[in-house]
């Protein structure tokens, strides 16, 4: 089913003798490796690319903090309930950093918010599954910042001036967030039967949506050929999949819990390992709406959006007394 779909919104690359002289001059210097800043020429399709990837990534920062903040009240110690406080604000920050890159091309936060909250754009699928034991906190950490990174780190690489420089300091934030996640992990795998059965059942369930995060099949990723041409995208989604299984299998092993995909294989010839795609058709309902906590996450921005109106009204008439004294 979801091969039908995309096959019908499929995308390749524009080529050379298509271009106009002023996109080939564009594209020559991503191929040289120059950063594009925002007040530079560029092609359209570039710039809707650039909003529509930043603005998803922001939402995705945004609402990615309802699975965790979910638990704060639940921190079993004072010191992880600091932990987790500070690592939920410092992803509300990570949101401010990508609206503002977005900003830069042209479009208003207002606007981009209004396109989350009314369902218009997307968001990350990971959130869209529930956090239902306190090892979830962990393997979120852990998984969920881990495969974040992956990419993140990759895409400090981008093209586009502000998004890479977004990144960079972003990437120094989500290392604390996985460390804490591990850590997390560690101590439960490491404690009475029901601990280590709680942290098994985490991985168990946040290890398939984990996968997900880098998008679909390279085959069937709608964007990517043009994304990686103008070095939007600079990795392709089963590249993303693959470092992060390598890099978490012997993470999995060192816990001393099960890998969930028992198929999983360490290919002694490529140093890779061989495992089991998750469920795309799956995937698929997910991001259009249909995943487990699709409507919840929905309710819950609209709900923060509406309680914080006194106080964007407030900042609002502030700033226009402020401009009235000038
Ligand atoms: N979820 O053609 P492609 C974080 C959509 S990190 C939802 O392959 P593309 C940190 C895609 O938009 C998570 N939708 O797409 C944190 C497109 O639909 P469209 C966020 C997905 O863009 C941790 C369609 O499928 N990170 O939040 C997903 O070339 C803990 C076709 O796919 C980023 O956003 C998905 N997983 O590659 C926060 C990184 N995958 O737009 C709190 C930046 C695909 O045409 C707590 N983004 N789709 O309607 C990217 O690197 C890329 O956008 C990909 C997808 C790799 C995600």
């Given at each position: 089913?979801?091969?039908?779909?995309?096959?019908?919104?499929?995308?390749?690359?524009?080529?050379?003798?298509?271009?106009?002289?002023?996109?080939?001059?564009?594209?020559?210097?991503?191929?040289?490796?120059e950063k594009i800043e925002p007040k530079d020429w560029m092609p359209e399709g570039y710039r809707k690319t650039l909003i529509r990837q930043i603005s998803q990534h922001a939402h995705s920062e945004v609402v990615g903090q309802l699975p965790e903040g979910n638990w704060i009240t639940r921190a079993p110690t004072l010191e992880r309930k600091a932990i987790l406080l500070a690592k939920v604000q410092d992803e509300a920050g990570h949101g401010l950093y990508l609206y503002a890159a977005a900003e830069t091309l042209g479009v208003s936060r207002a606007d981009l918010i209004d396109d989350l909250l009314m369902g218009r754009a997307k968001y990350s699928s990971i959130f869209n599954y529930p956090t239902l034991n306190w090892a979830d906190i962990g393997a979120v950490g852990w998984l969920v910042d881990g495969a974040a990174i992956v990419n993140q780190v990759a895409l400090q690489r981008t093209s586009y001036g502000p998004y890479s420089r977004a990144m960079i300091r972003i990437c120094k934030e989500e290392s604390f967030h996985a460390r804490q996640g591990y850590d997390l992990m560690m101590k439960m795998a490491a404690g009475t039967k029901a601990q280590?059965?709680?942290?098994?059942?985490?991985?168990?369930?946040?290890?398939?949506?984990?996968?997900?995060?880098?998008?679909?099949?390279?085959?069937d990723s709608v964007h990517s050929a043009q994304s990686m041409a103008w070095k939007i995208k600079v990795m392709s989604n089963d590249e993303g999949r693959q470092r992060f299984v390598d890099q978490t299998i012997p993470q999995i092993e060192y816990l001393g819990l099960e890998v969930p995909d028992?198929?999983?294989?360490?290919?002694?010839?490529?140093?890779?390992?061989?495992?089991?795609?998750?469920d795309w058709d799956e995937f698929f309902a997910v991001i259009n709406g249909d995943g487990p906590c699709n409507a919840d996450r929905m309710r819950a921005r609209n709900k923060a959006h509406d309680d914080g109106a006194w106080f964007r009204d407030g900042l609002m008439a502030h700033a226009s007394k402020q401009i009235a004294a000038e």
């Open positions: 089913m979801y091969a039908q779909m995309v096959q019908s919104t499929g995308k390749g690359v524009k080529r050379l003798e298509e271009m106009s002289p002023q996109e080939r001059a564009f594209q020559a210097r991503i191929d040289a490796g280590k059965a709680m942290a098994q059942d985490a991985l168990n369930r946040l290890w398939w949506p984990a996968l997900m995060m880098f998008g679909p099949p390279d085959k028992k198929a999983a294989r360490l290919n002694p010839e490529t140093g890779h390992y061989e495992f089991t795609d998750p």
